[in-house]
């Protein structure tokens, strides 16, 4: 079965840096899109960024762009998020996720408050 | 990122038939397709349809998908308590290259 696992979320101070991971098992990471999605409090499904298979291309939606860092490793199968510069708007669950989305880890919560 | 456009809530009965609507343009739903996904509080989302209108194995064939120009529509028949969730659109735009949800869709079963 496929499965993927975040860690890595955390209460962080306005300004501060945090890194998320996703740990993939069931298939391989670097052969698929990749896409973080991120839910505010209470909020809907908001895309962050996405790493294509080939060339590891990354894009990111407007108000990450600078700030927020896409990557993987290969021989971990693992996807991360490195966040810098983090503001209060950018509290929510993370989510990480294959393709379409046909797989969904359970999400890690990230906490932007002084 | 201008997102995609769905009703904010629905509510319908025991065994009746939802179908919630999901409206794009053509750089996204139009040429692009849309996924379909459930989401329960507290949960991760699940993918309900591909965009190409595929269920993934293991979903009922309760959960429909089709598309007509830029709308997409998710059909739900013979409503069952556990269909009470929030339901959500994303498609790739090719415009703003990026990917774009619709708001979500609360389904209250009655």
């Known amino acids: 079965d496929e499965q993927l696992v975040e860690s890595g979320g955390d209460l962080v101070q306005p300004g501060g840096s945090l890194r998320l991971s996703c740990a993939a098992s069931g298939f391989t990471l670097i052969t698929y899109w990749m896409k973080w999605v991120r839910q505010a409090p209470g909020k809907g499904l908001e895309w962050v960024a996405s790493i294509k298979p080939d060339g590891g291309e990354a894009i990111y939606v407007g108000s990450v762009k600078g700030r927020f860092t896409i990557s993987r490793d290969s021989a971990k199968n693992s996807l991360f998020l490195q966040m810098n510069g983090l503001r209060a708007e950018d509290t929510a669950i993370y989510y990480c996720?294959?393709?379409?989305?046909?797989?969904w880890g359970q999400g890690t919560l990230v906490t932007v408050s002084s | 990122q201008a997102g995609l456009t769905q009703p904010p809530s629905m509510s319908k009965g025991l065994g009746q038939t939802a179908t919630v609507t999901c409206t794009g343009n053509?750089?996204?739903?139009?040429?692009?397709?849309a996924a379909w996904l459930q989401q329960h509080q507290g949960h991760p989302p699940k993918l309900l349809s591909n965009?190409?209108?595929n269920r993934p194995s293991g979903i009922s064939e309760r959960f429909s998908a089709s598309r007509s120009g830029s709308t997409t529509s998710l059909t739900i028949t013979g409503l069952q308590p556990e269909d009470e969730a929030d339901y959500y659109c994303?498609?790739?735009?090719?415009?703003?290259?990026?990917?774009?949800f619709g708001g979500g869709t609360k389904l209250t079963v009655l």
């Open positions: 965009r190409d209108n």
């Open positions: 053509s750089n996204n739903v139009g040429n692009q397709g």
């Open positions: 996720s294959k393709g379409d989305g046909e797989t």
């Open positions: 994303s498609s790739w735009d090719s415009s703003l290259r990026g990917w774009v």
